[in-house]
């Protein structure tokens, strides 16, 4: 089912008009996709399940695996990010692992390009956050690890090239620098986390006002 669900998807990808693959979509693998989204050429979405509101998503993104896809209305995915589960969650001998194979992202979302989301363990970005920059990477799974879940708060923005351990949290309003190394939990609203292995390095860190964004389309933003 799974390799025939790509298939599929793969050939839905390639329709050169947006409401032709927004179709195809609901009507051969059943995905709830309103009727004013967005889905770009050449971006596969092969999941289990799939609730998209009015987003935009650009081109050459992958949606795969076997896990439940949530993405809430406002909410803009830029070119060539990832969002993946192997289909290994599946089989036997890991059916008692506990792991909860899930994407939400919330409203007036930002995830720009180029990265990669393991939704094996469970991954949630909360309203108006952004994934800025390029190539963040988010791990969910790994040797030994039991919590696996990411979550990311409200009006948080992590930088480039930042990296989630399985398990880690920022809680709302949060700063991530580039390059940072995210393991464990971060409690704490409006803090500036950065390092590797990333810390809190500034409270009552106010990031939106510092730097005149309110979320929205800012280039300035993208660098991360």
Known sequence: MAKIRLLVSAGISLCPFNWMRRLLYQLLLGYKIDRK????????????????????????????????????????????????????????????????????????????????????GGFILGDRSWIAGYSSQFWTHGIGTRDRAISIGEDCYIGSAARFAPGASVYNHSLVGLGSIVVGNFSKENVLITGAPARVIKTEYYWRTRYNSPLNNSDDLNGG
């Open 37 to 120: 989204a967005h889905i770009g050429f050449m971006t596969i979405i092969a999941v289990q399940n799939a609730d998209i509101e009015v987003v935009n998503i650009g081109m050459f993104n992958k949606f795969v695996g076997p896990y439940d896809l949530t993405i809430k209305k406002g909410t803009s995915i830029g070119k060539y990010n990832e969002f993946s589960c192997g289909q290994w969650v599946t089989e036997q001998r890991f059916q008692q692992s506990g792991y909860e194979r899930f994407c939400k992202i919330g409203e007036d979302c930002v995830v720009t390009r180029s990265h990669y989301i393991d939704t094996t």
